[in-house]
């Protein structure tokens, strides 16, 4: 008999292409059907098929209260009553920007906007009118979203200019971009001291969670905070994952250093499509209406957003917060590694905060090229025993996972249960 999902997802290719609205939830890199979701109630979702799963995806990171929250609930159906968008300042605008630059030193001010794509394309832009340069540095295996100028793999050799990384996107909107190693600071000082006086903006995850999860080394932040200020250029952290993931005061919080610009997404949209740029004063001067950098948007700042963002911000300001969500997150990849461990299977993992990495080789990635030498077909194997564990683990290898405040003992349990079984098959 097929199954519920099976029809949905036969029908969704139909009238849309590959049948989702955003490539990794085709489960091409696992194969196999993706699920087409009901519900959610904190740590658990529900199928079409009506089959429940804890949930380690948690729409890719914003739901750090689990699903449906009742306080994010209850902001939303506030806010929606009261209408949904104006195209017109709100006062609830001004308090999220308030709080925002309240909570991350490094922010003075600060645009919405309603995607983590349409932040960092922004801040790149910000980035090149204030210093009237061209030339972005970004690392291979972080994601900065779908703008052309970052859809860019490296091209062979370092430092030579990048290649468009998706058909469609010129050339020429790319030539500017150089792609270096994530945590390779000597080819970021070659690249300096190659062109430095050229270079508008280094861009980072700081926390790279778009390939798998690398950790920056010791050193590699800071160097990249001191060669854009000797070199006057702009650096932007993409936090739009990390930002409330890892800790009150984002990634740059916990490692201490001070981007001039800082994108965010995910969390502080608590759910609904909003993100945000921000940073030094002097930067964000220059977008319009103040200055010749244009930027604009007919939902920017929606009121409906706003509330579902304020509502979990909230939360997370409760003490204790970030420290029983890293507790949490470290029980869970300490559990997964012991059990592996046990049945013998070449794997590790690690957490920062709320996010967390899985590598089915012996020890944590440094690079891209290290994480690519993780063995993907035991993950795929891994991944879809897990389902049918009822564990819902991001539908591919190189996927940061996330866990939510709705996480308790009981399904960080469940999980290491399920993990036993499946390892103790993998051999
Ligand atoms: N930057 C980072 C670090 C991201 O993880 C993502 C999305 N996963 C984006 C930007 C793009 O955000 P969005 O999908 O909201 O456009």
């Known amino acids: 008999m097929t199954s519920r999902n099976q029809q949905l997802f036969e029908l969704s290719q139909k009238y849309i292409p590959?049948?989702?609205?955003?490539?990794?939830?085709?489960?091409?890199?696992?194969?196999?059907?993706?699920?087409?979701?009901?519900?959610?109630?904190?740590?658990?979702?529900?199928?079409?098929?009506?089959?429940?799963?804890?949930?380690?995806?948690?729409?890719?990171?914003?739901?750090?209260?689990?699903?449906?929250?009742?306080?994010?609930?209850?902001?939303?159906?506030?806010?929606?009553?009261?209408?949904?968008?104006?195209?017109?300042?709100?006062?609830?605008?001004?308090?999220i920007a308030q709080l925002l630059c309240t909570l991350v030193s490094s922010i003075e001010q600060v645009r919405l906007v309603s995607s983590g794509t349409e932040a960092t394309m922004s801040a790149i832009r910000l980035a090149r009118g204030y210093t009237g340069r061209n030339r972005i540095i970004k690392f291979e295996g972080c994601y900065h979203g779908h703008d052309d100028a970052l859809l860019v793999k490296a091209g062979s050799g370092a430092l030579t200019f990048g290649h468009p990384s998706s058909a469609g996107v010129p050339a020429g909107t790319t030539s500017s971009t150089v792609v270096l190693d994530y945590n390779d600071l000597a080819s970021v000082e070659q690249a300096f001291s190659q062109f430095g006086d050229e270079i508008a903006a280094v861009i980072v995850e700081p926390v790279a969670g778009n390939m798998n999860?690398?950790?920056?080394?010791?050193?590699?932040?800071?160097?990249?905070?001191?060669?854009?200020?000797?070199?006057?250029?702009?650096?932007?952290?993409?936090?739009?994952?990390?930002?409330?993931?890892?800790?009150?005061?984002?990634?740059?919080?916990?490692?201490?250093?001070?981007?001039?610009?800082?994108?965010?997404?995910?969390?502080?949209?608590?759910?609904?499509?909003?993100?945000?740029?921000?940073?030094?004063?002097?930067?964000?001067?220059?977008?319009?209406?103040?200055?010749?950098?244009?930027?604009?948007?007919?939902?920017?700042?929606?009121?409906?957003?706003?509330?579902?963002?304020?509502?979990?911000?909230?939360?997370?300001?409760?003490?204790?917060f970030y420290e029983n969500l890293a507790a949490r997150t470290r029980q869970l990849v300490e559990g997964l590694a012991a059990a592996a461990k046990k049945h013998a299977i070449p794997f590790c993992a690690q957490a920062v905060g709320g996010m967390f990495g899985l590598y089915f080789r012996e020890n944590l990635p440094a690079s891209y090229a290290e994480v690519m030498e993780c063995n993907r077909e035991s993950f795929n194997r891994f991944f879809h025993a897990m389902l049918q564990e009822g564990i819902y683990f991001a539908p591919s290898a190189f996927e940061a996972g996330f866990v939510s405040t709705a996480h308790g003992e009981a399904e960080i349990s469940k999980t290491l249960d399920a993990a036993d079984r499946v390892f103790g098959t993998l051999k």
């Open 18 to 95: 590959g049948g989702v609205n955003s490539p990794v939830r085709a489960f091409k890199s696992v194969g196999g059907t993706p699920i087409f979701f009901r519900r959610g109630q904190g740590a658990y979702v529900w199928d079409a098929d009506d089959k429940t799963y804890i949930d380690y995806v948690g729409s890719w990171g914003p739901l750090i209260l689990g699903h449906a929250h009742p306080e994010v609930i209850k902001a939303v159906q506030a806010a929606a009553q009261d209408g949904l968008t104006f195209g017109a300042p709100t006062e609830a605008e001004l308090e």
């Open 213 to 320: 999860l690398v950790a920056p080394k010791s050193g590699f932040l800071p160097a990249l905070r001191e060669l854009c200020t000797q070199h006057g250029s702009v650096l932007i952290f993409d936090e739009v994952m990390t930002g409330f993931r890892v800790g009150l005061e984002c990634a740059q919080g916990l490692y201490r250093i001070k981007p001039d610009l800082t994108t965010l997404g995910k969390v502080i949209g608590g759910g609904m499509p909003m993100a945000a740029f921000g940073g030094r004063r002097d930067i964000m001067q220059c977008l319009a209406p103040l200055g010749p950098v244009y930027q604009a948007g007919t939902l920017s700042g929606n009121p409906v957003a706003v509330a579902a963002g304020l509502a979990t911000l909230k939360q997370v300001q409760i003490p204790g």
